[in-house]
């Protein structure tokens, strides 16, 4: 049985934007959705980031990530964070634009990070939980690529939070 074609399509650091307009799942993370996340309150109705998601293509995920520059206290501008219910599921992400870290952990303790600039991939391993920080003064824009069965794991990161936190420090980002 065949089914219909999806349309291919290409994503840039300039053309992203249609690709949002075609996403069926938008999704808007403001402080007050992330009040448990970070050392100080954030303000309830800055926008931390937003999230499109693509319709599907069959076992394939396509999502976009915008995260807004700014802190919460020392503590940059960061996604909520998850593991993958599926222990087989990795992810690929691409930034199109901006500066930022990706904060990974595994569930017995160890930690990695990826510094991410535009033309920069990161490949995250099944069984490593990721996070992303916006450390630049603009937009960070990501596409990330997943199996469609992942599943989302949220709330072991809701309750114990990740080992590293990024900080500015004299002026700096610093992973801590
Ligand atoms: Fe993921």
Same mark, same amino acid.
């Given at each position: 049985?065949?089914?219909?074609?999806?349309?291919?399509?290409?994503?840039?650091?300039?053309?992203?934007?249609?690709?949002?307009?075609?996403?069926?799942?938008?999704?808007?993370?403001?402080?007050?959705?992330?009040?448990?996340?970070?050392?100080?309150?954030?303000?309830?109705?800055?926008?931390?980031?937003?999230?499109?998601?693509?319709?599907?293509?069959?076992?394939?995920?396509?999502?976009?990530?915008?995260?807004?520059?700014?802190?919460?206290?020392?503590?940059?501008?960061?996604?909520?964070?998850?593991?993958?219910?599926?222990?087989?599921?990795?992810?690929?992400?691409?930034?199109?634009?901006?500066? =930022?870290? !990706?904060?990974?952990?595994?569930?017995?303790? @160890?930690?990695? %990070?990826?510094?991410?600039? #535009?033309?920069? /991939?990161?490949?995250?391993?099944?069984?490593?939980?990721?996070?992303?920080?916006?450390?630049?003064?603009?937009?960070?824009?990501?596409?990330?690529?997943?199996?469609?069965?992942?599943?989302?794991?949220? =709330?072991? !990161?809701?309750?114990?939070?990740?080992?590293? @936190?990024?900080? %500015?420090?004299?002026?700096? #980002?610093?992973? /801590?």
């Amino acid at each position: 049985m065949n089914a219909a074609a999806e349309n291919p399509f290409g994503i840039n650091s300039k053309n992203y934007p249609e690709f949002m307009g075609r996403c069926s799942e938008h999704i808007v993370r403001k402080g007050k959705d992330m009040a448990d996340y970070f050392t100080e309150s954030p303000e309830p109705d800055k926008i931390i980031y937003e999230v499109y998601e693509a319709e599907s293509q069959a076992n394939m995920r396509t999502a976009l990530t915008v995260l807004k520059p700014g802190k919460v206290g020392t503590e940059y501008h960061m996604t909520k964070g998850h593991f993958h219910e599926d222990p087989e599921a990795g992810e690929v992400y691409f930034c199109l634009k901006g500066r =930022g870290i !990706i904060l990974m952990q595994t569930r017995d303790g @160890r930690t990695d %990070e990826v510094w991410l600039e #535009p033309g920069s /991939v990161a490949c995250i391993p099944p069984l490593w939980a990721h996070r992303t920080v916006n450390v630049g003064n603009y937009d960070f824009v990501m596409l990330a690529i997943f199996p469609t069965d992942s599943g989302h794991d949220y =709330g072991t !990161i809701e309750k114990e939070g990740f080992i590293k @936190r990024v900080v %500015e420090e004299n002026g700096v #980002p610093k992973v /801590v």
